[in-house]
């Protein structure tokens, strides 16, 4: 299978012909609409619909039997049936009854194959019934004549076979009808689906999943004669109404089927779906782009590029934490000090205005294991950190965080807070009593003030 360059097991819907490289939707730059580009060179991407991106037939096949039962298709079937069971009752003579029955089976046919036709570009629903009547007229036509001829060259070709030749072309005639119907739905055309060429070319490309659709045809085949054993023959309205219902279901679940192959290898096939590139091709919010860049990049190897990015993205968008949590992390990832230093105030700020002190403590140890001397620059930091710490029962820590803030923040509203909380954690350690009286009479001098 073939994959994205980063991502082994994900099917690489983007080519960028720039880079000769393959990449999966995370791995591209979809900033805007309609189109993507490449992260590494800038270049629009061409988009690509492999059969490993879409759902396999065999996973379908539940959704193939479910899919006549839309609505549409439900009123279409038993509106037929109804109508077929009526013509056959009616006295009227023998020739103008063929041609109208013929008609009516005609129509079913021609439904099923819009619907072939709706799924090979995407379209997991029955079309509309107005779309089953209108227009569709010369697919009937066309339709009849595929048939016509194919009946026509049996017809010739009999006269000169034997009764076993005559079995086995029966057999491949089954065989190959997908095929036939399938090219006819793609080419529009009847010589390009009577072609054995582009017959034969299509069962190749389509691969084990076309052979399975053939020995569905042959189980859909037998188990409607088998259900018309069943009902009986008798000429009750109400059975001959079920058992033609019943063959168009199948004969819908088929032709869902044929076309559910054909939208699966597009790629192969040449044919384009419009509604998985224009999934593929969604615009996304500027922080998904950027972390998607940013992952590039890692992959890439391009540290400084990393930084680049996530420090635009968090201008653009100073609130946004996800982006914050980011650049924390690849900093640490990378273990660059210097940045790291510069940016942890800001980062520990950002946390306390969006209430999301939860994550302080984990991200200054984290900060600790690679600046073990870090301190805030700012007050409030240093209290608010020295209070997560003590409530964590990290008393020790608490205190280091506190001492001295009385002369390096002397106009700090809530120094008599701080060195209260000062003197909870001297408590709570071993041997500072001489500390905690010192706390104290700082305590009594803070509050005079
Ligand atoms: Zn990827
Ligand atoms: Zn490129």
Redesign the pocket.
């Known amino acids: 299978m073939e994959s994205c360059k980063y991502h082994l097991d994900t099917p690489p819907n983007f080519s960028?012909d720039?880079?000769q490289?393959n990449f999966c939707t995370q791995c591209v730059d979809h900033s805007m609409a309609g189109e993507a580009r490449?992260f590494?060179?800038?270049?629009r991407?061409r988009v690509r619909v492999t059969a490993d991106s879409i759902e396999p037939l065999s996973k379908r096949l539940k959704g193939a039997f479910r899919y006549p039962l839309h609505l549409n298709a439900v009123a279409f079937i038993i509106g037929l049936s109804v109508v077929t069971t009526l013509l056959s009752a009616l006295p009227i003579g023998g020739l103008l009854q063929f041609i109208a029955l013929l008609f009516c089976s005609g129509l079913a046919i021609n439904y099923s194959f819009l619907c072939l036709k709706a799924t090979s570009v995407g379209h997991m629903e029955p079309p509309g019934l107005g779309e089953a009547v209108e227009g569709s007229f010369s697919i009937l036509i066309r339709l009849f004549a595929v048939f016509f001829l194919i009946a026509m060259s049996f017809n010739y070709l009999g006269q000169f076979m034997g009764p076993v030749t005559a079995v086995l072309s029966i057999i491949t005639l089954v065989v190959v009808m997908p095929a036939v119907l399938m090219c006819f739905a793609m080419k529009d055309h009847i010589m390009e689906a009577l072609n054995p060429v582009n017959v034969v070319g299509l069962i190749r490309k389509t691969g084990w999943p076309y052979w399975v659709l053939v020995l569905f045809l042959f189980i859909m085949l037998s188990s409607v004669s088998l259900l018309s054993g069943l009902i009986g023959n008798e000429q009750h309205a109400l059975s001959a109404i079920v058992q033609s219902s019943i063959s168009s279901y199948y004969l819908m679940v088929e032709f869902h089927l044929m076309g559910y192959l054909l939208y699966q290898h597009q790629e192969k096939l040449g044919l384009a779906s419009d509604d998985i590139e224009e999934k593929l091709l969604q615009l996304q919010s500027p922080e998904k782009v950027a972390l998607a860049h940013v992952n590039f990049c890692l992959k890439e190897g391009d540290y400084e590029r990393v930084e680049t990015i996530l420090q635009d993205a968090i201008s653009a968008d100073p609130k946004n934490t996800r982006l914050w949590q980011r650049y924390f992390d690849v900093l640490c990832k990378l273990e660059d000090r210097v940045r790291l230093q510069k940016v942890a105030d800001r980062y520990f700020h950002h946390l306390l205005d969006s209430a999301q002190t939860f994550r302080m403590l984990r991200d200054v140890k984290k900060l600790r294991s690679l600046i073990p001397d870090y301190m805030p620059e700012y007050a409030h930091l240093r209290f608010h950190l020295a209070n997560e710490y003590y409530n964590s029962g990290d008393a020790r820590a608490a205190v280091q965080l506190l001492g001295g803030m009385h002369r390096r923040f002397p106009d700090y509203a809530k120094l008599v807070e701080a060195y209260g909380l000062m003197k909870q954690a001297l408590e709570a350690l071993p041997g500072m009593e001489a500390q905690v009286s010192k706390c104290e009479s700082l305590l009594v001098h803070l509050q005079r003030q």
Request: hydrophobic share 20%.
């Open positions: 960028c720039e880079c490289e490449c590494q060179c800038g270049a991407l």
